[in-house]
């Protein structure tokens, strides 16, 4: 019953947003009558919440998500030749209209679809799933018959070709006979011959420092991404870092021949960070492009002290261009590139999703390695396609954010940086307290036992150095250590003969959540500890 009054409660939100978006659409073209597709995708980029037009408009960008929506509503809106978008006219004789024009729209529809992916032939079941997103009326043609839509595209001859269980566009069909060249099926991973030629696997120190010393003395930008296993978290780590930078004049009007595409496989061989990869990493004359630099700074300074210096960030530039909006690298590579991107990152998603250690997993597959290198590859052309529309102050700005988000990222790694531990008597009702972490509670009464070993039961956050607590020289190894539940105290080594988790349960301090939950009769665990803690 709530799961059916959830599907309704999501279709008529669904609904809500569908009119909304229609009415938002419509807004704009009453004032200005026509408008691009551009400039209609950068609005609704603005205006955020982008989650439920993926739900009822697919499509790879959001480019092809906005023309899929507009094509769901013939009698409001209207796509011209020249992708500009217009309002229906409207007229006593629209539903005749619209009803004789219903086979012409269909296959203008399909056109539509066919035409997303490029210069490739479309698996002709992936083509018919696209008709769920149509109209009404284009819907009710087919009226979910297979049959009908294979003979509709068989007696379109002249705009189509059928190969098997494919269809191509007959002008993409012609050109690859013309140019002898094979045509990619779109089910199959499209792998562009470029980024293969290009990329070569680091797997030794000394290669490596060749390359970071050939990179520091002669360039000026390089492209860098991570991959590795929750990256971001605390048992996360970095298991692969690409890099790509153009190796000549990056003046030309194409540098793509000349980009150079390097894997170094930190995983397998651990002294390529500190000894090569480091340098770069703290450059200062060498500019860092990454695609969202947060997990990847975070992971680099929780794991290896590595602060990121002159960072340029995409997805920062690509907001301050677009004043909002957010865009995976793919999106941006085909906006500003202009260039289909590789299908691959959805397949290697799920199977990240599947196997977590995915990027831990050695040897490396062919189709890893191509997707790590895509990844910067198609990185550095978007970055050489975004400095011609960035101005100097411009430039000054996203660098300046960039480098803010990067320090932010190593902080909150720190997570010490950002708080000082303050020891508060049990007795003193003043409380600590920030957002990321409980409040640290001292008890002055009880400080050291008789053998000289610190005994209280303290709450830390983040690093905590033993010589802070510690004023004299005694043993460090009955130290109560923070564990992995932020805020509770964890159980100390087995050296320690004094320790007593009993003594500790009766003031107060719990071990994990759970034990505090079944203290508490709390099944869920999720009271809060905070106001239980002060509540005694």
């Not at 009908?148 to 705009?159: G, P, Q, R």
């Not at 003193?428 to 053998?451: A, G, L, Q």
């Not at 460090?476 to 988790?501: A, C, E, F, I, L």
Request: net charge positive; charged share 25%.
């Amino acid at each position: 019953m709530s799961r059916r009054r959830t599907d309704f409660s999501s279709h008529e939100d669904l609904d809500c947003y569908r009119h909304e978006m229609v009415l938002f659409i419509a807004n704009i073209l009453k004032e200005r009558l026509t408008v691009s597709i551009d400039e209609v995708c950068d609005s609704i980029a603005k205006r955020g919440n982008l989650k439920n037009l993926k739900r009822i408009a697919s499509g790879d960008t959001l480019e092809a998500r906005v023309q899929v929506f507009l094509w769901q509503h013939p009698s409001i809106f209207t796509i011209g030749s020249d992708k500009e978008v217009f309002l229906t006219k409207m007229s006593a004789d629209l539903d005749y209209e619209l009803e004789s024009t219903k086979e012409q729209r269909a296959l203008d529809y399909l056109v539509f679809r066919t035409q997303q992916y490029g210069f490739m032939q479309v698996l002709m079941s992936t083509l018919f799933g696209h008709l769920q997103h149509a109209s009404n009326d284009i819907r009710t043609y087919f009226n979910n018959n297979y049959t009908f839509f294979y003979n509709f595209l068989k007696s379109s001859e002249n705009v189509f070709v059928i190969l098997d269980h494919y269809v191509a566009m007959k002008n993409v069909f012609d050109t690859s006979i013309a140019e002898k060249k094979v045509l990619p099926k779109s089910d199959e991973y499209f792998i562009d011959n470029r980024v293969v030629k290009s990329t070569q696997m680091i797997v030794n120190v000394e290669d490596g420092q060749q390359i970071i010393d050939y990179i520091i003395r002669t360039k000026k930008v390089v492209a860098i991404d991570c991959e590795g296993v929750n990256l971001g978290a605390k048992n996360g780590y970095i298991t692969l870092i690409q890099l790509a930078f153009v190796d000549g004049d990056d003046c030309v009007p194409d540098i793509t021949p000349h980009i150079r595409v390097y894997l170094f496989d930190v995983y397998q061989r651990r002294e390529l960070l500190p000894f090569c990869l480091k340098r770069l990493l703290q450059a200062p004359f060498v500019t860092k492009i990454f695609q969202g630099c947060s997990a990847d700074s975070t992971s680099l300074y929780m794991k290896h002290k590595i602060s990121l210096r002159n960072v340029f960030d995409t997805v920062i530039a690509h907001r301050y261009l677009n004043n909002g909006g957010k865009a995976d690298l793919y999106s941006l590579y085909e906006h500003y590139v202009g260039e289909q991107a590789n299908r691959m990152k959805r397949d290697i998603k799920k199977q990240y999703i599947g196997n977590p250690r995915l990027w831990a997993t050695r040897p490396l597959t062919e189709n890893l390695k191509y997707y790590a290198a895509f990844d910067v590859f198609s990185l550095i052309r978007v970055y050489f396609a975004m400095i011609p529309k960035i101005n100097k102050e411009g430039m000054e700005t996203i660098t300046r954010k960039s480098n803010k988000l990067s320090v932010n990222s190593a902080h909150r790694a720190n997570g010490g940086e950002y708080f000082s531990f303050e020891f508060v008597p049990r007795n003193d009702k003043k409380v600590y307290s920030n957002s990321r972490s409980y409040n640290h509670s001292y008890d002055h009464s009880k400080n050291w036992n008789s053998s000289g070993h610190f005994q209280n039961q303290a709450h830390f956050n983040g690093n905590c150095s033993t010589h802070e607590v510690f004023p004299s020289s005694s043993s460090h190894d009955n130290v109560p250590y923070q564990s992995r539940y932020n805020g509770y105290m964890q159980s100390t080594y087995k050296s320690n003969s004094d320790w007593n988790p009993n003594s500790y349960n009766k003031n107060g301090y719990f071990t994990t959540r759970k034990q505090f939950g079944r203290r508490y009769g709390d099944s869920s665990h999720r009271q809060s500890f905070k106001e239980n803690f002060h509540r005694q």
